[in-house]
């Protein structure tokens, strides 16, 4: 999660959270970072759950090392590290982004329904 004094200052950051979760802007910008807190402790869904254990195993097999005798252990860990890293944000990026996305609906609805009063029968 973004620092909450970066997310307090930077303008670009700010905009582009209200492009990834639009339901953001029903807060000011103050309250962002524990909005964002409380909407990450949303639990995965089923499809959630299964898109990362198959994104996962996705990436771990297209990462397999080469088979040559004389390739060196740590050039190898270091290139699958940099090659992983950018697979796995864009494979399972996607997925985390939904669950923040869900969770700050999941806020914005509970906001919603307190601050509409009640009407009796």
């Not at 940099?82 to 990026?93: C, D, Q, W």
Request: glycine residues 6%.
């Amino acid at each position: 999660m973004p620092v909450a004094g970066l997310l307090l200052r930077s303008r670009p950051l700010q905009w582009l959270l209200t492009q990834a979760v639009p339901q953001l802007r029903a807060w000011p910008p103050r309250e962002w970072p524990a909005v964002l807190g409380r909407a990450s402790a949303a639990e995965y869904d089923r499809i959630e759950r299964v898109g990362l254990l198959a994104g996962l195993a996705l990436v771990t097999w297209l990462l397999r090392p080469a088979e040559s005798p004389g390739a060196d252990v740590l050039r190898v860990f270091i290139s699958q590290v940099l090659v992983a890293t950018p697979l796995l944000l864009l494979v399972l990026g996607p997925l985390y982004l939904r669950r923040l996305r869900r969770g700050v609906e999941t806020l914005h609805k509970l906001r919603h329904d307190k601050d509409r009063p009640s009407r009796g029968a």
